[in-house]
């Protein structure tokens, strides 16, 4: 449709992409309509604004949405529990609002040019206009090496900005402007901790309500199960709501340590059917392009493409499902009891008479030894602890050739804005960090586009606002606790999942997707391998060094080295390359 306010006008229209929702929509001001000369506001309906909606809300519709922002602006997404990204057009006033969720479950982006602005929550609705570029951003080009990703607002497009995770972006005649909406609600510095079994128990309660919140009230539904326990504790409050639900899990078919056998384990246990989809490796191979295609940037991780055929074959039998992301982030997962343990040798130094402390830090430094060297209230930020480390400044150096891009510096520029946000205790401190990097940039983004590829929708309970403000809102030592000789993560959730999981579950660690993948390259996508890196090193825009990516190929197939996490991040930076070059041609 288009909308006509004064001298601006906005197209807003529905995707042409099969199976994906998608929001988009391009103003441009100092426009007159040919067939309305001089036309003041034009109202569609009766009404004074336009709101669209990705995602799905709960407990309100998007009529109801747009009422309460025409009163109260952003204010108004503060009781709004629901996985979106919206767009929000004020005839009144000639302001366009672009706004994500908290943690960005769907995506949004938009580009400026003069007195144009379009938007669209997929890249490619955005590469289909003439006036934006496909032009890479390099200035960005180190962020990726390093995280695997870049951070919002910015992207790896040089006309394209992504709208943050919780942030509102105010477009009008004036300018630009982007604010945070969300309030994270961290607990401060010395905040006690709940009682053990209350925390259980609220925990517990809130779960069974953010499930509640998620499932549809009939057709078929089903949980992505991983054997762990955050899709345990998912599928045992589905299962008691619809006792239908079928668990589903993903497995490589030539993957000798598959968790398959958990999550059946798991699922059998509840009393719920579940399913296994095996993944030939060979399929893989001619899906990395196109999960490449409906990411629109470089895949974070090749787990994307697994995820992508995981999808494809759940869509056949139910569109709705719910996932486990953000249980690490949110309750203190995967790698925070060693990011602890980094901390208690910090704290032992504390410990030291203050003469003899600075020169045991001084020594620490020296050595290389840096979790003895930096003070723990800012162990995060001063240890740059913030999604994966891919390639370290001397790393970058041996891969990128434009010495220019390396930015040595690039981890602390990305970070510190984001430790400063919050003041509250270390280990929250850095769960705040994932939460607002790996999470929406990584595991979210990926999940979001795979599945809106697939045409199918997942939802998140443990990214309900009710139970993250209720976890956010303790000190790290109500999710991390010593319990005799172990520290346990996750420790309300876990607690309130005693006795209805085998102990042996409860305590599994969890392995990630990407790990076979990197066994793979070694194995049977050796010729993989090697056809992907001459790609990148015919390198027609210059980028690499010829010489240390092949470098970092013989070392990974003579197993010198685990190269495949560096050697994944260039493989799929250069597949994503290849798209942008047909996106271009085909305009």
């Not at 602006?73 to 006033?93: I, K, N, Q, Y």
């Not at 208690?344 to 430094?365: M, N, Q, T, Y």
């Not at 049977?524 to 790609?535: I, N, S, T, Y």
């Given at each position: ?145 390093s995280f695997r990703y870049v951070h919002a607002p910015a992207t790896l497009l040089r006309d394209v900005q992504a709208v943050p995770p919780g942030h509102v972006v105010r477009i009008d005649a004036s300018g630009t402007r982007i ?409």
């Amino acid at each position: 449709m288009s909308l006509i306010a004064g001298n601006l006008r906005l197209q807003a229209s529905s995707s042409t992409v099969e199976d994906t929702s998608l929001l988009c929509g391009v103003a441009r001001s100092r426009w007159e309509d040919p067939e309305h000369p001089g036309a003041g506001v034009l109202r569609a309906k009766d009404r004074e604004s336009w709101l669209g909606v990705d995602g799905t809300l709960y407990g309100s519709d998007p009529d109801q949405l747009r009422s309460a922002w025409d009163q109260q602006g952003p204010a108004s997404m503060t009781r709004v529990h629901g996985e979106f990204a919206l767009a929000h057009w004020d005839f009144r006033t000639g302001t366009l609002w672009l706004a994500r969720d908290p943690f960005g479950t769907r995506p949004l982006f938009w580009s400026r040019e003069g007195d144009r602005v379009a938007f669209c929550s997929e890249l490619r609705g955005l590469l289909a206009l003439p006036w934006v570029s496909t032009e890479p951003a390099l200035d960005h080009l180190a962020e990726y090496l390093s995280f695997r990703y870049v951070h919002a607002p910015a992207t790896l497009l040089r006309d394209v900005q992504a709208v943050p995770p919780g942030h509102v972006v105010r477009i009008d005649a004036s300018g630009t402007r982007i604010q945070r909406w969300w309030d994270p609600g961290w607990s401060r510095p010395g905040t006690p901790p709940p009682d053990p079994d209350q925390a259980a128990e609220q925990v517990d309660q809130a779960m069974r309500r953010a499930v509640h919140r998620r499932l549809p009230a009939d057709g078929p539904v089903g949980v992505l199960a991983s054997g762990g326990l955050d899709s345990s504790a998912i599928l045992f409050h589905a299962r008691e709501l619809r006792p239908d639900i079928v668990a589903s899990t993903v497995a490589l078919a030539d993957d000798p340590a598959s968790e398959s056998p958990f999550a059946a384990r798991a699922a059998t246990v509840l009393g719920v059917r579940h399913e296994i989809i095996r993944i030939g490796t060979e399929e893989l191979v001619g899906a990395v392009d196109r999960a490449t295609l409906a990411m629109g940037q470089p895949l974070p991780s090749p787990a994307a493409v697994i995820q992508l055929l995981f999808f494809e074959h759940l869509r056949v039998h139910r569109r709705i499902v719910l996932g486990g992301d953000g249980g690490d982030e949110v309750l203190g997962g995967r790698g925070i009891e060693q990011i602890a343990q980094r901390m208690r040798r910090s704290r032992a130094v504390g410990r030291v008479p203050r003469p003899a402390r600075g020169v045991l830090r001084a020594l620490a430094r020296r050595a290389g030894a840096r979790d003895f060297a930096v003070p723990p209230d800012h162990f995060g930020a001063d240890r740059l602890i913030g999604g994966s480390r891919v390639f370290k400044a001397h790393e970058r150096v041996e891969v990128i050739r434009d010495i220019g891009l390396i930015r040595p510096g690039i981890r602390r520029t990305v970070l510190d804005p984001i430790y400063q946000e919050v003041d509250t205790d270390p280990l929250n401190q850095v769960l705040h960090a994932w939460q607002r990097g790996w999470l929406p940039e990584d595991s979210l983004a990926r999940a979001e586009r795979m599945s809106s590829r697939a045409g199918l929708e997942i939802r998140y309970p443990l990214l309900d606002r009710e139970l993250v403000a209720l976890c956010n809102g303790w000190p790290s030592s109500a999710k991390l606790r010593r319990i005799g000789a172990r520290t346990a993560t996750k420790a309300p959730l876990r607690q309130a999942m005693q006795g209805r999981l085998p102990q042996r579950l409860l305590d599994r660690p969890k392995r990630s997707l990407p790990q076979p993948l990197d066994r793979w390259l070694r194995t049977g996508g050796a010729v993989f391998l090697r056809e992907r890196a001459e790609r990148i090193c015919a390198d027609p825009a210059g980028t690499w060094n010829v010489a240390g990516v092949r470098r970092l190929v013989e070392d990974h197939l003579e197993r010198r080295a685990n190269h495949g996490l560096k050697l994944w991040t260039l493989i799929l930076y250069d597949a994503w390359r290849a798209s942008l070059s047909e996106a271009g041609a085909d305009r």
